[in-house]
């Protein structure tokens, strides 16, 4: 059981480990490239953007294929972009090649969730394997932009990339070395594929919970997009205490997961989505109530209170949404997926605009994604009841 959460939160994790061990050499990219954070940033949005893109083709993929052979391949286009990106001389260079590494990337998000359904059939069993992965999502982040601050200090930005390229090796093995977990695969033509997507949309709940997931995650990535600059330039803190800071934030993450399992069996997957909802909605106001102070504590408190219900929320948010549905699992978890990264991108965008307050711009994101949840989250309950 460990071995296999391991496996499924390392390939979950991809994501985090190419965004947030780069964060702290924006800065840096920003003086010797002579650029404006807009368009260093460019690298994230794109990087995100094909990430969510290939993750609608790795889905149903491997419902045809499996999973294995899929995973094979994107890891392995993920592995050359990382080493490629390490080469780059210029912006445009690096946009490029983050936006083939976000391509390889998003067949290890889409498919270990499609491997999760495979693996765990039961919706509690399930609900707490999903909760223990994204503590290992939590871990990633944590420990990533600190990696990233040291590897500053003893080397240049690209050997950043290196590492990223050494990570994607070390998954390329333990996938060729895994079993394959799809027992009866799918032959379906273009048109299947596509028609079996609109029907997911069709499905009220299962669409509901993936809004919900998504929307949960809209704030702590535009925390990612904006928090290097915030930190750095604007309260003028060096690349280590960032990559503390930004450890200190995905800690509440990780909390916030270790809290759901301990409650789940007790209060069940929609009260703590409830609960959840409720203390990132008290952190965002804290949070926009505060932001023309600019300083350290007024950001990363407020933030931090955010991110935990972030953790509480977003496992059994998706567990909800799997819960629904018991066909065409890798499409699904495409959905799920890139529900989740698209809205992020769009949140990390719009962070990346040069806003006067950008702590401000994050509380505003945070109000709108929960009241917007709890207005979902009631429609829920009451059709439920009905």
Not at 87 to 107: C, D, H, K, M, P
Not at 322 to 332: F, M, P, Q, R, T
Request: overall charge positive; charged content about 10%.
């Amino acid at each position: 059981m460990i071995r296999i959460i391991v496996f499924l939160g390392s390939l979950t994790a991809i994501a985090a480990v190419s965004t947030d061990i780069y964060l702290p050499a924006i800065p840096n990219l920003e003086e010797s490239w002579n650029e404006p954070l807009t368009r260093i940033n460019l690298a994230l949005s794109g990087f995100f953007v094909a990430f969510c893109s290939s993750i609608l083709l790795f889905g149903p993929l491997s419902d045809r294929f499996g999973r294995k052979k899929p995973l094979l391949a994107g890891i392995a286009i993920y592995c050359i972009a990382s080493t490629l990106c390490a080469t780059a001389t210029n912006i445009e260079q690096l946009v490029l090649y983050r936006i083939l590494q976000g391509f390889g990337a998003g067949s290890a998000s889409a498919i270990s969730l499609a491997i999760t359904k495979d693996r765990f059939s039961d919706d509690e069993e399930r609900g707490r394997v999903l909760s223990y992965i994204a503590v290992i999502m939590a871990i990633a982040p944590m420990l990533a932009p600190t990696l990233g601050a040291v590897i500053l200090q003893i080397s240049e930005w690209q050997m950043i990339f290196i590492s990223q390229a050494v990570f994607g090796l070390l998954l390329w093995v333990s996938v060729a070395a895994m079993n394959e977990s799809l027992l009866t695969r799918e032959s379906v033509n273009a048109k299947e594929i596509v028609s079996r997507y609109f029907s997911f949309f069709s499905n009220s709940r299962f669409f509901s919970y993936s809004m919900i997931s998504s929307l949960l995650m809209a704030p702590m990535f535009a925390y990612i997009a904006a928090s290097s600059t915030i930190y750095q330039e604007t309260m003028k803190l060096g690349a280590l205490q960032y990559g503390f800071l930004f450890a200190f934030n995905a800690l509440s993450l990780m909390l916030g997961n270790l809290v759901y399992v301990s409650l789940q069996k007790k209060y069940g997957d929609r009260n703590l989505i409830v609960l959840a909802i409720t203390i990132a909605m008290i952190g965002a106001v804290i949070q926009f109530s505060l932001s023309s102070f600019q300083n350290v504590a007024t950001f990363a408190l407020p933030m931090f209170l955010i991110t935990f219900g972030v953790g509480i929320g977003r496992a059994p948010s998706v567990n909800s949404a799997l819960e629904s549905i018991n066909k065409h699992v890798g499409i699904a978890s495409s959905i799920i997926v890139f529900s989740n990264f698209f809205i992020a991108s769009i949140a990390m965008l719009i962070a990346s605009i040069d806003f006067e307050n950008r702590v401000a711009v994050i509380a505003i994101f945070a109000l709108c994604s929960c009241t917007t949840n709890a207005l979902i989250m009631l429609k829920l309950l009451r059709f439920r009841k009905t």
